[in-house]
């Protein structure tokens, strides 16, 4: 299995564009760029899956050489995208991929039911839509197993007037790939309280927006504060922070010893 950290910002990115509070001023000094929250997985390394689409996706899939097209003229290794909720840094990058020939989205129903973007794409490529439902392993191509995981109820806000459902919001179990290692991993960039349903992996990719509660309107996301102290006490899978808001400060030196990392923007994980 292979995972490429696409973007590891929340909504706006490192730096957003209108923002001059203290991590993004010093970012900007620094010439630190984390674009929004987005994964690519592989099984074979052949056939690729995007795990959210983020707005900044033209960027990630430019720069990531996995995910190169050819030899054919339009022929791409990418063979789906799935999503861990219907916010738009997860789901906007979506209409950046409607020059496809055809496209499928792998997503809960209330998410499906919810994407403005996916009536509009219908008029561009030949968008299949694929349902998740929490608990039932899907097996993708390159012998990838993906299990989704409920984990909250939090609607966009453009959305808030749609029914309320446990599947807003869900994180994403992967096994599997042709080397058979037989490890796992777990994403889960949205996370509202902390369950043991994301410990179960090799590794854990998990939310990682705010540092402390009352850093900003933190609703929809355990800060780190609360989650550490959690993750120390299950001990064994590798633990890696993303979807960091550009107002957190927290860094790799700030975790040493607690036993998790910050995820690395762009960087590759072989499992
Ligand atoms: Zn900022």
Redesign the pocket.
């Known amino acids: 299995m292979k995972i490429r950290f696409l973007g590891t910002a929340a909504g706006?990115g490192?730096?957003?564009w209108n923002?001059?509070?203290?991590?993004?001023?010093a970012?900007r000094r620094i010439g630190i760029d984390r674009t929004q929250d987005c994964l690519a997985i592989s099984g074979d390394a052949k056939a690729w899956y995007l795990v959210n689409a983020s707005p900044d996706l033209r960027t990630q899939l430019l720069r990531t050489p996995e995910l190169t097209p050819g030899p054919g003229m339009r022929e791409t290794p990418l063979r789906g995208v799935l999503f861990t909720s219907a916010e738009l840094d997860h789901t906007l990058g979506l209409l950046s991929l409607r020059e496809g020939g055809e496209l499928t989205v792998h997503a809960t129903q209330t998410v499906l039911d919810a994407l403005p973007w996916l009536p509009i794409l219908d008029h561009y490529t030949k968008l299949t839509r694929h349902r998740l439902v929490c608990g039932e392993p899907l097996t993708l191509d390159g012998d990838l197993t993906v299990t989704p995981i409920a984990l909250g109820g939090k609607q966009p806000r453009y959305a808030s007037d749609r029914p309320a459902a446990a599947d807003w919001v869900i994180g994403l179990r992967f096994t599997g790939g042709s080397g058979g290692s037989g490890r796992s991993l777990i994403y889960a960039p949205g996370l509202e309280s902390f369950t043991t349903d994301i410990v179960d992996a090799d590794v854990v990719v998990l939310d990682g927006t705010f540092l402390t509660a009352n850093e900003f309107a933190a609703r929809g996301h355990l800060p780190i504060q609360d989650s550490l102290p959690l993750l120390r006490s299950h001990p064994g899978p590798r633990y890696l922070y993303t979807h960091l808001?550009?107002?957190n400060p927290v860094g790799d030196a700030d975790l040493a010893q607690t036993g998790a990392e910050v995820a690395p923007e762009a960087g590759l994980i072989e499992l």
Not at 19 to 25: E, K, L, Q, V
Request: include cysteine; proline fraction near 13%.
């Open positions: 706006g490192l730096p957003q923002c001059a509070c203290g991590p993004c001023n970012a808001n550009n107002t």
